[in-house]
């Protein structure tokens, strides 16, 4: 009863606070920014009542826990990153020279679907259009035919990868970038408002050609709304008026989900970046999105990858706190998956196969995580503790107090453990050898 009232509770917090960010929530939002630094700058938007997923609707995605992030295009062939065009200064006549090289010979998008299943993960998401303006589809909206099905590939490489998402039972999700290095208003656009204007025209027609073309889209990832690389997302709705633009996404996709990044207050906050995530649980839907591959989110030469471990800590780490944890994956100019990355992601599957019980469906706490020791999700009557083993752990785990009695205590798909509760909170024993490499999941079953 009582871990009903908990989970009512939870559920109660979120759609309050969901409700008043669809209303007001900035005021609200602002003290929870200041309480969370790693979304500075992120929780803002302007926003309009209905324009927002009600909880319901989230719950989907905030079931699926882990996804994969794809960013494939022409800098690929550079292998110097995504950003390759802005850092290097090159025309925008020269980058598109590279359209005529990029005819990657090994894509298969169902390839991609497999390793992200095998990974365990529950959704993708594929750059569409990053912020060197190259189209991966059919895009007649393009500015100068910059797109994939009319320079070397003559491919729609959306309309292979939504179909092998859904074929895959996958969520499907595209990453647009409305931004577009090409254009010199996106640079200055009170000073060159035609220029600027040309660009949120492509913008609102590739939407659309997106959002209408392909199926059912269940995530709506915009990245780059701000402009000259300035100021927030947010500061630049009065130019990309995402109000319109979303009005005209949910035409077509009623359901889809949309981050912050459009200038719009998101249905889920976004966090960027490789680092730990520490604090408390987030009584709202959030995502961390970071990319396996410490150089770059695009394919590089260069390569610095994570370890199976530290990619298991990040993802525990982000769910115990109530976010998701999208990962990046940079396919090389042929489409092509590294394999070292390929087998990272396996054996994160391998965990995830033994450990996804105390991941997906469930919902952070009921116990406050401990940074870089321990935290924890619940479903029905488990509790689940992810046990980070570092220096500080130990085979003595303390918890609080907790008003609910635990009728036994395990690892999962593992020994019993020896343990005590009392007024003082609840002690577990845990032999070494038990321990996994990684993150080590216990599993407290709760009195009726
Ligand atoms: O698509 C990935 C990034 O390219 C994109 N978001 C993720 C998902 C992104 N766009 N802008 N930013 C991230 C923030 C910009 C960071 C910068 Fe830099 C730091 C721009 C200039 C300095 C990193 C380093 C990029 C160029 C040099």
Redesign the pocket.
């Known amino acids: 009863m009582r871990f009903k009232l908990i989970i009512i509770t939870f559920i109660s917090l979120s759609i309050s606070l969901h409700t008043q960010a669809q209303q007001m929530g900035k005021e609200e939002l602002k003290s929870m920014e200041k309480s969370n630094s790693a979304f500075k700058g992120g929780i803002n938007g302007v926003s309009q009542p209905g324009l927002n997923l009600p909880p319901e609707k989230m719950q989907w995605w905030q079931n699926a826990k882990f996804g994969m992030f794809i ?1 494939w295009g022409l800098y690929a062939i550079p292998a110097s990153g ?2 390759t065009m802005f ?1 290097k200064k090159i025309s925008p006549e020269e980058y598109a020279k590279l359209a005529d090289q990029f005819k990657p010979r090994s894509f298969n998008a169902d390839r991609w679907a497999a390793i992200a299943k095998a990974a365990g993960m529950k959704y993708m998401v594929m750059v569409a259009k ?2 060197d303006g190259f189209a991966m589809w059919n895009s007649p909206s393009s500015y100068h035919h910059f797109n994939s099905m009319e320079t070397a590939a003559h491919t729609d490489f959306i309309a292979q990868y939504t179909e092998a998402c859904r074929k895959a039972g996958l969520g499907v999700g595209i990453y647009y970038s409305p931004m577009d290095w090409r254009f010199p208003g996106y640079f200055d656009p009170k000073g060159l408002p035609e220029n600027a204007a040309l660009m949120k025209q492509q913008a609102y027609g590739q939407v659309e050609e997106l959002m209408k073309n392909y199926g059912k889209i269940d995530i709506l990832w915009y ?2 709304g701000w402009l000259a ?1 300035k100021g927030t997302d947010a500061d630049a709705a009065w130019f990309w008026e995402p109000l319109k633009l979303n009005a005209m996404v949910r035409k077509y996709q009623p359901d889809i989900v949309i981050n912050p990044r459009s200038g719009m207050f998101g249905d889920f906050q976004v966090n ?1 970046g490789g680092a730990e995530v520490k604090g408390p649980i987030l009584e709202f839907p959030w995502e961390k ?1 970071l990319s396996l591959n410490g150089t770059g ?1 695009g394919f590089t030469k260069a390569q610095n990858l994570m370890s199976v471990k530290s990619i298991l800590q990040m993802l525990v780490n982000v769910v115990d706190r109530g976010g998701n944890m999208l990962l990046n994956v940079g396919p090389d100019p042929d489409g092509i998956i590294p394999p070292a990355h390929v087998a990272l992601l396996t054996d994160v599957g391998k965990w995830l196969d033994k450990n996804g019980k105390s991941i997906y469906g469930t919902r952070a706490g009921p116990f406050e995580p401990v940074d870089s020791l321990y935290g924890s999700t619940h479903k029905d009557n488990k509790i689940y503790i992810h046990l980070i083993k570092s220096d500080k752990a130990t085979t003595e785990l303390h918890l609080p107090k907790y008003d609910r009695q635990i009728r036994s205590c395990r690892i999962l798909k593992g020994q019993n453990l020896k343990f005590s509760q009392d007024k003082n909170g609840i002690d577990i024993s845990i032999d070494s050898k038990e321990l996994d490499p990684a993150v080590t999941t216990i599993v407290l079953t709760c009195a009726d």
């Open positions: 960013h995504e950003w850092n990053h912020h990245d780059g690389h960027e999105c989110w």
